[in-house]
């Protein structure tokens, strides 16, 4: 395992898994840091993915962790503590290692927070007041559900 990076991805999710084997395949050292915690981890499947539709998400990031590194890239299980500039690289602290790298590729994603609201609002959404563009439907059932 080395200490020295072209690219330091940070987030393990679809998008920084793909751009990892991108820059893998184009010959670049890559790391991938993943904290494992996705965003659509409660989900029961993955939906309007091409081939994938339907597939667990847990599953999807196992087989996606194992590509980049059949190009060379590595995976690790860690969350950035702090990036920071070195001259002409960044310097990322894993916590128990810091690493270093030209680039860095952030696709760290998004986090949804949800208001605390009442049940009436929880059933107007499951009615069909979208907050973001892909909401899974089964989540919004079970909450309403959960809300009568």
């Not at 898994?17 to 499947?45: E, I, K, M, Q």
């Not at 990036?83 to 680039?103: C, I, M, N, P, T």
């Amino acid at each position: 395992m080395s200490d020295n990076y072209d690219v330091v991805v940070i987030g393990g999710g679809a998008a920084g898994l793909s751009g990892a084997v991108a820059l893998a395949r184009s010959l670049r050292t890559v790391l991938v840091v993943d904290a494992g915690d996705p965003r659509n981890a409660p989900a029961g499947h993955v939906h309007n993915f091409l081939t994938r539709d339907g597939t667990p998400p847990a599953e999807l990031y196992q087989q996606g962790r194992n590509e980049p590194a059949g190009d060379g890239g590595e995976v690790a299980r860690a969350r950035v503590q702090a990036v920071k500039r070195d001259g002409d690289r960044f310097q990322v602290d894993l916590g128990d290692r810091v690493v270093s790298a030209r680039r860095l590729l952030a696709a760290t994603g998004a986090r949804d927070e949800l208001a605390d609201v009442q049940a009436q609002v929880i059933s107007a959404a499951a009615a069909g007041l979208m907050a973001g563009a892909a909401i899974n439907a089964d989540l919004i059932m079970t909450a309403a559900a959960a809300a009568r």
